[in-house]
T-cell receptor, first 117, second 114 residues
């Protein structure tokens, strides 16, 4: 079973629309971290946010906001007033303890967001 | 500027050939990683190193080899045993490889088979 599920494979919106990218994760650990990364067409993954499992406070950074709900194992990402530059593949990732080497970092399959002018 | 440098950006492999992808970081990070990304898919871990002269296999290590002789360098060799090497390869590093550590990525190497 996938540890990190991003059910939306592709989303298209028109500029200035709001869009939410879903992320559902699975872990038995009580201590873990969740991340979002952006992969623009250039290919490099860009870190957006990190959240630990004990901090359910929602976060807003400019047009970006994140909603972490432990009860539903979800960590959703909303872009308000989307722009063409937001077009990219977005990955959600789970970091949990791995017995041998400390960190097991698992990526979801990604959601491709296209923002049309 | 601190960061992770991957080279080359594009690489072509002939049948039966081994090729080596370079990854260098000047962030003074202990942990380094190699991931493979296939079209429309997420990232899969190939190898991981938390310290010099030590590395661990990831989920898809077969057909690949690595070395970690220096803290700043973690080259990946795609051997002839890897029958389907065409993919986008990403190198990453983090401070210590702890669960809270952010992984930072290079710009990637796109490998194709001739």
């Amino acid at each position: 079973a996938q540890k990190v599920t991003q059910a939306q494979t592709e989303i298209s919106v028109v500029e200035k629309e709001d869009v939410t990218l879903d992320c559902v994760y699975e872990t038995r650990d009580t201590t873990y971290y969740l991340f979002w990364y952006k992969q623009p067409p250039s290919g490099e993954l860009v870190f957006l946010i990190r959240r630990n499992s004990f901090d359910e406070q929602n976060e807003i950074s400019g047009r970006y906001s994140w909603n972490f709900q432990k009860s539903t194992s979800s960590f959703n990402f909303t872009i308000t007033a989307s722009q063409v530059v937001d077009s990219a593949v977005y990955f959600c990732a789970l970091s949990e303890i791995a017995g041998n080497y400390g960190q097991n970092f698992v990526f979801g399959p990604g959601t491709r967001l296209s923002v049309l002018p | 500027d601190g960061g992770i440098t991957q080279s080359p950006k594009y690489l072509f492999r002939k049948e039966g050939q081994n090729v080596t992808l370079s990854c260098e970081q000047n962030l003074n990070h202990d942990a380094m990683y190699w991931y493979r990304q296939d079209p429309g898919q997420g990232l899969r871990l190939i190898y991981y190193s938390q310290i010099v002269n030590d590395f661990q296999k990831g989920d898809i290590a077969e057909g690949y080899s690595v070395s970690r002789e220096k803290k700043e360098s973690f080259p990946l060799t795609v051997t002839s045993a890897q029958k389907n090497p065409t993919a986008f390869y990403l190198c990453a590093s983090s401070i210590k490889g702890r669960i809270r550590d952010i992984q930072y990525f290079g710009a990637g190497t796109r490998l194709s088979v001739l």
